[in-house]
């Protein structure tokens, strides 16, 4: 059984993080959050200790290095986006390997920073990258490497996930902090993308807003049209008022049915890094690279390449 800390307690995703620590038969000892909102650790790991100040978790976790019992063999982060560097080289130089959730960091700089502080403390980053491990993703990949190698699939990738008023007051709504919706809502997808189709050969940006992005990509073995959104009017018409939500991936004519599976696939990460396969900084580098590409990239204007919402958006007059 061995020691986790968690920063981050009190985030929507952070309830998956202590499950997984628990249900792989490990020991969430202490945790992390400004917010004082974390009583799902009540029905988790109620040991756990808990500090609002990150100085005091630092220390608590310092003292706790004296004792091989009781010192950290894990750090997981799940604070918000632009914390997550400071957060890592911090449980790197606890002693801890470290478990973050994504987007790891915005650039390129700070992942070869982040290999720095690995070469100084000897410890381990690795990053969740969830869909690498889901069966349709998997089987998908399966299918791509069995056809010839000269094809090329046409992939129409659509992710509507609406987000009301709270969202631009939060965190998540300060570029700054969340670095947009392409690299706070999409990351993931760049990265299963570049998993199933090998390589990014052309990466175009069509549009690039506050609550929408949507670009071009092409890669060894698939030409992608992106569209990504948080607001609720670019639901399709036979959705709104029924779900909030609205995901999917043609792949050449055919839907990749991937809504299911979804509720283990952290622990099934944290299963893969306990068994020392996890995903670690060079697995994350493509997709950060290909975010960092999207966010400073000059939105062309659509063509034949961009994605049926963006020609909606344009015939509308809608900027």
Request: net charge neutral.
């Amino acid at each position: 059984m061995k020691n986790f800390a968690l920063i981050g307690a009190a985030g929507y995703i952070a309830p998956r993080h202590m499950r997984a620590i628990v249900d792989t038969g490990n020991r969430l000892a202490v945790a992390n959050d400004v917010n004082d909102s974390v009583g799902i650790i009540d029905s988790i790991a109620p040991q756990a200790e808990f500090f609002t100040e990150f100085e005091r978790f630092y220390e608590h976790a310092q003292m706790r290095r004296r004792d091989p019992a009781q010192s950290l063999a894990y750090v997981s982060v799940c604070s918000p986006n632009h914390l997550h560097h400071a957060h890592i080289a911090a449980g790197l130089r606890l002693g801890a390997d470290v478990i973050c959730e994504k987007p790891l960091v915005p650039t390129t700089a700070l992942l070869d920073e982040l290999a720095r502080v690995e070469g100084e403390t000897g410890q381990r980053v690795f990053n969740i990258l969830q869909l690498r491990h889901h069966d349709a993703i998997l089987k998908l990949r399966e299918k791509v490497a069995a056809a010839p190698e000269d094809r090329k699939f046409d992939v129409e990738l659509t992710y509507i996930t609406s987000r009301g008023k709270w969202y631009a007051q939060s965190w998540k709504g300060d570029p700054r902090k969340s670095f947009g919706v392409a690299t706070n809502i999409g990351v993931h997808f760049f990265d299963m993308l570049h998993f199933v189709f090998g390589r990014l050969q052309t990466n175009v940006v069509h549009l690039s807003g506050d609550a929408q992005a949507a670009g071009y990509l092409e890669y060894e073995r698939a030409r992608v049209r992106w569209f990504l959104s948080i607001d609720a009017n670019d639901l399709p018409a036979a959705v709104q008022g029924k779900k909030t939500t609205f995901r999917s991936i043609d792949i050449s004519g055919e839907q990749l049915e991937f809504s299911e599976g979804f509720t283990d696939l952290h622990t099934v990460s944290y299963r893969e890094i306990l068994a020392g396969r996890g995903y670690g900084l060079a697995d994350a580098r493509h997709c950060i690279e290909t975010v960092e590409v999207i966010r400073s990239a000059v939105p062309r204007a659509p063509g034949a390449d961009a994605h049926p919402f963006v020609l909606q958006r344009q015939s509308a007059g809608v900027p």
